[in-house]
């Protein structure tokens, strides 16, 4: 494998759509090999720009703009961090010949909660829950009652769990109308689905090259309104249930095909395994692989790109855990306890420009057995405090 060196006339580039918290992490670990590292988000001084070679502020979800982006920089790799991005202009990308990761067509029905949905439920058989789209009130209305109450409803295109929430009851219907309609992605349509009430969730990281693929440990976490507050790893599963969200996720991420890491969500009943979700990319419940792996999944997702070997090593047990902005500033501070950074823990500001209230600003990682480290990471988080 030749290895090159950034601002080059031949450099090796990867373009990040999408420059956020996990964006940052893939452009530290690409500039580790020498990669050179283009990073694109809609706002200026986003995490990934102040680690790049380039930074650009456009808006991904303009065709013309996007394509005129990838003209400019010439990209050996195209690699999507967001899901609001314009699918035409990397579909048209690809078909000029550039490398997008994993692959436009895999981009195209994971970006879509529909897409995947019933590429998982009807084209591959796969159990998911019930579900029905609708795109009024009206047909969310009839949808709730048909599938019972409580339902999970979301934007067919969110990330980060933005516009997704639980109706418990009719009451409750009015208020997550609102919420998913005021998501940022597409809420032209939603997706009402019947509640699983599952025993446990894990999100398993999938890294898939064109010649093998890998599983790491599997992740447990906990989600508030659809976006993850803790994870942790290794999550204790059966033997045997392990194996079938294995061959369930194989089957997904082979279905989409491409290389780089993929995290497939998944429910957990009985003996029972339901798909949920899946995104082609680094997943927030990951950030624990951090401290709990030799190879990240921020690094094996670029060694995937490249075409690496994908080995690495489980180290320990640990956890994570999200801090998020208690008010809106323009100018964060935080004040963080020194006991925060031990042998075994410490915090990673993200460096978003500003904050709100809600907004996830930096991670806990702590390294330990899992319900210590668990523990831990969310009495560092309860502890830190915006100043400003």
């Given amino acids: 494998m030749i290895l090159t060196t ?6 090796i580039k990867i373009m990040l759509l999408g420059s956020g918290e ?8 690409a500039s580790r ?3 050179e590292v283009i990073a694109v988000d809609s706002y200026p001084n986003a995490p990934a720009h ?3 070679n380039k930074a650009h502020i456009i808006d991904m979800k303009n065709k013309e703009a996007l394509l005129e982006l990838i003209y400019l920089e010439n990209p050996t790799y195209i690699v999507p961090e967001i899901e609001a991005l314009n699918i035409e202009a990397l579909e048209i990308a690809e078909i000029e010949g550039f490398n997008v990761i994993p692959n436009a067509n895999a981009v195209k029905k994971t970006m879509n909660r529909k897409n995947i949905r019933k590429f998982v439920a009807e084209e591959l058989n796969i159990k998911t829950s019930p579900y029905i789209f609708v795109s009024s009130y009206e047909e969310l209305e009839k949808a709730s009652v048909k599938l019972g109450f409580p339902c999970v409803i979301k934007p067919v295109m969110s990330s980060s769990g933005h516009g997704q929430s639980i109706a418990k009851s009719k ?3 009015k208020t997550s109308w609102e919420k998913a309609k005021e998501a940022r992605g597409d809420a032209s349509e939603l997706i009402v689905e019947g509640f699983i009430d599952f025993d446990y969730e894990i999100t398993l990281l999938s890294v898939r090259t064109e010649n093998e693929s890998i599983f790491c440990k599997p992740i447990g976490h906990i989600q508030k309104d659809g976006d993850y507050v803790l994870s942790w790893q290794p999550m204790p599963m059966k033997k045997e249930i392990l194996q079938k969200a294995q061959e369930i996720a194989k089957r997904v991420t082979d279905g989409l095909g491409g290389r780089g890491i993929f995290g497939v969500e998944l429910f957990i009943k009985g003996d029972e395994v339901y798909f949920s979700e899946v995104s082609p990319r680094p997943h927030d419940t990951g950030m624990v692989t951090m401290i709990s792996q030799s190879q990240s999944e921020f690094a094996l997702h670029v060694r995937a790109i490249l075409g690496l070997p994908l080995e690495f090593s489980f180290i320990a047990e640990g956890a994570s855990a999200a801090y998020r902005g208690d008010i809106k500033s323009a100018n964060p501070h935080f004040d963080v306890p020194k006991n925060a950074f031990s042998k075994n823990s410490f915090v990673r500001i993200f460096g978003k420009p500003n904050s709100h209230k809600g907004r996830r600003m930096a991670v806990i ?3 330990d057995k899992v319900e210590n480290a668990k523990k831990r990471a969310e009495e560092i988080a309860k502890s ?3 100043t400003k």
Avoid: F, T, Y
């Fill in 6 to 11: 950034p601002l080059k006339h031949d450099s």
């Fill in 22 to 29: 996990l964006g940052k992490e893939v452009a530290i670990e």
């Fill in 33 to 35: 090999l020498g990669v």
């Fill in 50 to 52: 102040l680690v790049a």
């Fill in 171 to 173: 009451m409750d219907l």
């Fill in 365 to 367: 990682l702590v390294q």
């Fill in 384 to 386: 830190i405090k915006m």
